[in-house]
């Protein structure tokens, strides 16, 4: 059983560019969450999607910022316009539940130029 | 709002000795995780703790659970080099794995 799959691992955007990024969760599993870690930082909560819903965007910035997770496929972190600020480690993570543990991917690294 | 403070943030210790690492939590959660992870890697998963006075060991590292004081431990026992990594702890407001709120963590470097 593949663990969770996020690609690209690493991905450099000019300024202004969009960046889109990828997470298949692990098999079974139709709960996802998104992080964002920047340098020497924990990670903050952006946004939870089921499938075809997103059920928890509170961490979200509000402009540029977009996720989705259809019915088939991955699910997709989305950011528009980026600027120098968007550089950091974009993790997502999935669970089978709600309330069952989570595993994470192992991360795309976002660097904008 | 929740927040969720680790100390000591940098952490040098020589292989052997033993150490503890903090964590410290504003609002109440009845559960608390640690994570380990290497530069450039994920998150691994270590322990979850689900009540007051819990405890969990697994080799070198043994964490705790104060849920009335809202602490939680990580203790390092006899350390080697091998353990050398950023130590996260993390709560969830709400109760489920997905949205949790992160320390800073612990950047431990064990030294021969």
Known sequence: ?113 | ELKVEQNPLFLSMQEGKNYTIYCNYSTTSDRLYWYRQDPGKSLESLFVLLSNGAVKQEGRLMASLDTKARLSTLHITAAVHDLSATYFCAVSPGGSQGNLIFGKGTKLSVKP
């Open chain 1, 1 to 113: 059983n593949a663990g969770v799959m996020q690609n690209p691992r690493h991905l450099v955007r000019r300024r202004g560019q969009e960046a889109r990024l990828r997470c298949s969760p692990m098999k079974g599993h139709s709960h996802v969450y998104w992080y964002r870690q920047l340098p020497e930082e924990g990670l903050k909560f952006m946004v939870y999607l089921q499938k075809e819903n997103i059920i928890d965007e509170s961490g979200m910035p509000k402009e540029r910022f977009s996720a989705e997770f259809p019915k088939e496929g991955p699910s997709i972190l989305r950011i528009q316009q980026v600027v120098r600020g968007d550089s950091a480690a974009y993790f997502c993570a999935s669970s089978e539940i709600r309330d069952t543990e989570a595993f994470f991917g192992q991360g795309t690294r976002l660097t904008v130029v």
